[in-house]
């Protein structure tokens, strides 16, 4: 496998890996969540076996897919103008091209998508991408191929991701697939299937493969990492059926961490999504004992209405939440923790809301990801509950805890001010190719002057000066890392 250097629009260097003697060329775009770009890695290794290499540029492609996620609506619409600039592509330059979906989007519309709007040459579910070969046989003999079917045990575990678009210093490892949460609001327990968790050893040999190859920092992903455990199966709820002796030798979350930690001390490791409901004291405890795990939580809470938590089945309510936040900072005193947060949830009434912001003022967040509510069919909300918000006190509110969170974010870099802090150097800053951009264990930007510095260095800035989320500076030498 050789690797080639490309230069993407903002000027960062990415590494395309490429296996010599492929003449095909496979184009892969993703949307959505960490997992979906997590899992085109795994297509693209499962298609490179297949005699594709990837390719940046559209018009070249043998093969476009399109990972998809059907979250929200308006990601759904993003990706149709996606797929109607593929085949206008596939119209006017490339006829031989062929299309197909993969992931959330796919499971949903797989009917529409093949048989009505005839728009796409293949379907091809999250948990179904082995049987990637067998389909493009079929699209190669003339047939339309879908595969959606869902999966209790496949977590890919045995694939060895090529690494899209990277910048050969940060990396995703999949530890989980699926969710058994089942809140009102969510797709993913039906695009996903069930919970189940990766074999240890595969994931510790590929946390060392990726140091071996010059990786710096991996995020370990799941839907809902805190919910990880091994007992020598994968799926949790089995854990009941299992020996004494499996149960004393089983590995979760917390455990898992300390493997990884331990197993490359020099690597930054970083983990998400966490839902309170699952994140343990074990955990914050293992973070606080390594210094290599970034002290950054991503802790989506969603609401701060108890009414509106229970009727999203949030298993947590906002005073537990507050407990769990301030156990958090008196473990580890300079942890971030960011939200996700849906505002106009049917039925969310104005007192609702304000409990939201009166949540958001005691945390003070770093910063979050923030959306209203959008009705996803076959949730236990798309059929149980009308979207009876309307859209301006939607706007309204949105705008209101998007101005808050900025606010809150500029109080939390301003902490940082004036201090050393260790940075990761990831790439090229966008608004100025003489300043390297890089990262703090506490998931804050840095941008500094490039001076005597390369990519996947570790360095020590002196910050100066910062906006509401980006800390500004001068490196004073490598950290104790590089």
Known sequence: MEKIIDENKQGESLVLEQKEGNKRKLFIESYGCAMNFSDSEIVASIMTDQGFNTTQKLEDADLVLVNTCSIRDKAEQTIRKRLEKYNAVKRDHNPKMKVGVLGCMAERLKTKFLEEEKIVDLVVGPDAYKDLPNLLAEVDEGRDAINVILSKEETYGDISPVRLNS?????F????RGCDNMCTFCVVPFTRGRERSRDPQSILEEVNDLWNRGYKEITLLGQNVDSYLWYGGGLKKDFVKASEMQKATSVNFSKLLELC??????MRIRFSTSN?????LDVVKTMAKYENICNHIHLPVQSGSNRILK???????????????DNIRHIIPDCAISQDMIIGFPTETEEDFQDTVSLMEYVKYHFGYMFTYSERPGTMAGRNMEDDIPEATKKRRLAEIVELQQKHSAIRTKEHLNTIV???IEKTSKKSDTHWSGRTPQNTVVVFPKARYKIGDFVNVKTTDCTSATLIGDAVGYSKNN
């Open 173 to 176: 490892v999949s530890i989980t």
């Open 167 to 171: 910048n050969g210093v940060t990396a």
């Open 311 to 325: 009727a999203m089945n949030r298993l947590h309510t906002r005073e537990e939440y507050f407990e769990l936040i």
């Open 261 to 266: 930690a331990k197993a490359q001390p020099k």
């Open 276 to 280: 309170p409901q699952d994140l343990t």
């Open 422 to 424: 260790e940075v990761l």
